[in-house]
């Protein structure tokens, strides 16, 4: 098959997202008040409502009302006043009653926006004409969303001894009903998305934004959140729609990105040989690197939909809607351009502390301590925490300091932040114990710069012939041999100085 930014050339993708989420931070479920832990025994969260007993009444979830108009609000949609839940009818074991409610025409949220920023490689994808493209070749696409609405999840079915989601006379079907009635959001995309790129960073976006709200622990992996992609192709200059297949099974960000890559061509393929793409639910198989055919959609589904005779439409008031504006926090992009702004963060780094809300908190706890060391507080949020246990926003406010002071090199921070982790040991207290100072005793870093340069013989040649990023790799060796004790900004200084004669 050809490669993805050569099929999209000639042609253009059109995608679209449904994305479920799972309000699992909710202590109960939708319409009871049944615990949501999918991990406790099976069967042992549930209640006449959840399991669907005749006579059973159903009552609305108020926090989970207050999350998705969150949501809403958070991705630009109109909050719709007055909507109601409908029957969705169908009949299969994991839902009891035969029918799912969820939301019909109107839904709590309509008509949203996302912006994505596309930048560097994954910018490529998409044909520089089609798109409005920055000097660095970045640009941003406006990604419609059409709703988001409410429903209850489905029962969680385990079929032993079949085939995974299928029935077989072979095989027994064990039901746990825990899951059952756990409050849903279904955020549906218009078709706007146009390269597997997009999608990818749509979904991530759309991640750190729920996760930004505290609504869903957002696992794609235990699948609290999941993602299924429509994509269909047509020739570039034509604006008809394809036929479309459906992707499924899409559980992390490469698998998103790479099953609707693969399927871009695969569609390519079939229309450059003068087939037809045939309306069919697809599956992704990671390890195969390709979709495979679930099952062909025929007819459209007849569900039968109808309002909830049990419950009453809503007529959502201002004063609710505030109260739930007043719930959403500074969302992640908007974080990350402030941090930018204001403290002067790198791109990367301020992306990386602003979209987990978590590390955002400790950032800016360290950084009330250390204002001045902001951007080294950063560095060493993003480049040693991870390694750590508990180090504390003071202790990592601390260790900024003496590194914005030049006082200790990153080795001796490392060093430092090893000793004091999961203690209350001051850093400094530790530096000072240890005499760990930064060494800027310019003869005996003179001396380490002659002992190394003697040593490398090759790097020095490469450099006196034009190679001048050698210099780096010098300067790690200098830092190697001093045990992570000089200056590194000295030893630059010294290996040039001595190179250049
Ligand atoms: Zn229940």
């Not at 931070?25 to 549930?46: A, E, G, S």
């Amino acid at each position: 098959m050809r490669r993805l930014q050569e099929v999209l050339r000639d042609w253009e993708a059109v995608i679209g997202l449904e994305v479920h989420t799972e309000l699992t931070t909710l202590q109960t479920k939708m319409f009871c008040d049944c615990r949501i832990c999918h991990d406790d025994p099976p069967n042992t969260n549930v209640c006449p409502v959840c399991l669907g007993l005749p006579g059973a009444l159903p009552v609305p979830n108020r926090r989970a009302i207050e999350y998705i108009v969150m949501a809403g609000l958070a991705t630009n949609c109109h909050i719709q006043r007055h909507s109601s839940f409908y029957r969705k009818h169908y009949f299969y074991p994991d839902m009891s009653k035969n029918y799912q409610t969820t939301q019909g025409p109107v839904a709590f949220c309509m008509h949203g926006h996302l912006d994505l920023e596309v930048r560097g490689q994954g910018a490529q994808e998409r044909p520089d004409a089609t798109a409005d493209k920055n000097e660095d070749g970045s640009y941003v696409a406006p990604i419609r969303i059409l709703r988001i609405h409410m429903e209850e999840d489905a029962a969680k079915m385990v079929h032993v001894g079949g085939s995974e989601g299928r029935i077989t006379s072979a095989s027994e079907s064990l039901i746990d009903y825990n899951r059952c009635g756990t409050p849903l959001i279904e955020l549906v995309t218009e078709p706007d998305l146009r390269t597997p790129e997009e999608a990818r960073l749509f979904m991530e976006k759309l991640r750190r934004t729920f996760m930004a709200l505290g609504i869903s622990d957002c696992s794609l992996e235990s699948g609290s959140m999941r993602c299924d992609g429509n994509v269909s192709i047509r020739r570039r200059g034509t604006t008809g729609f394809g036929v479309k297949t459906e992707m499924k099974n899409l559980n992390s960000f490469k698998s998103l990105h790479d099953a609707l890559a693969y399927e871009i061509c695969r569609q390519a393929e079939v229309l450059e040989a003068g087939g037809a793409v045939r309306q069919e639910t697809r599956h992704w198989e990671p390890s195969r690197r390709r979709t495979m055919v679930m099952r062909v959609k025929e007819t459209a589904d007849d569900y039968r939909m109808y309002p909830d005779p049990d419950l009453a439409p809503f007529d959502l008031s201002d004063e609710f809607v505030q109260q739930c504006r007043d719930r959403v926090p500074e969302l992640p992009d908007a974080r990350r351009d402030r941090y930018m702004a204001e403290l002067g963060l790198s791109r990367k780094a301020a992306e990386q502390i602003a979209g987990d809300p978590a590390t955002a908190r400790f950032f800016e706890q360290a950084v009330r301590l250390a204002p001045r060391a902001a951007s080294m507080v950063a560095n060493v949020v993003v480049n040693m925490l991870p390694a750590m246990q508990a180090v504390t926003p003071e202790q990592t406010a601390s260790i900024a300091e003496l590194l914005a002071a030049e006082a200790i090199t990153f080795a001796q921070a490392r060093e430092v932040l090893g000793l004091a982790d999961g203690t209350n040991e001051d850093p400094r207290r530790i530096v000072d114990e240890r005499g760990l100072r930064q060494s800027t005793d310019a003869d005996a870093l003179a001396k380490t710069v002659d002992e190394v340069l003697e040593r490398c013989p090759d790097q020095v040649r490469q450099y006196r012939d034009g190679n001048k990023k050698v210099v780096g790799f010098l300067v790690g060796q200098c830092m190697k041999a001093s045990r992570g004790t000089g200056n590194p900004k000295l030893f630059n200084q010294l290996l040039l100085k001595r190179l250049s004669t």
